[in-house]
Nanobody, 124 residues
Framework: QVQLVESGGGLVQAGGSLRLSCAAS??????YGWFRQAPGKEREFVAF??????????AYADSVKGRFTISRDNAKNTVYLQMNSLKPEDTAVYYC?????????????????WGQGTQVTVSS
């Protein structure tokens, strides 16, 4: 049974940092994404990482580029999202997702497995 378990969320002041973790079990994926959903808004793409065994590809939403960094530890089957210079508008539930196939990495519908989400709250 595949499970994705996020951790690391919390309350932080604007300008602060948090690191989210997503531990996968049940199988290994090449493609992981982070999404977030604020109250009353649609789930939106945050970051993506894919590993071919030779090289790694990264992608970020414009709103987080330069502030967030996605990474992975293959030995631990864990993906991370380092979030720096946090802003109040980053407040949301953050979800880790994994997908097996090709296709748009920014569309939530392309992902096969989801974690339960972790709350990130940034105070001004």
């Amino acid at each position: 049974q595949v499970q994705l378990v996020e951790s690391g969320g919390g309350l932080v002041q604007a300008g602060g940092s948090l690191r989210l973790s997503c531990a996968a079990s049940g199988r290994t994926f090449s493609n992981y994404g982070w999404f977030r959903q604020a109250p009353g808004k649609e789930r939106e793409f945050v970051a993506f990482i894919t590993w071919s065994g030779i090289s790694t590809y990264y992608a970020y939403a414009d709103s987080v580029k330069g502030r967030f960094t996605i990474s992975r530890d293959n030995a631990k089957n864990t993906v991370y999202l380092q979030m720096n210079s946090l802003k109040p508008e980053d407040t949301a539930v953050y979800y880790c997702a994994a997908k097996m196939g090709v296709g748009s990495y920014s569309r939530a519908q392309q992902y096969d497995y989801w974690g339960q989400g972790t709350q990130v709250t940034v105070s001004s």
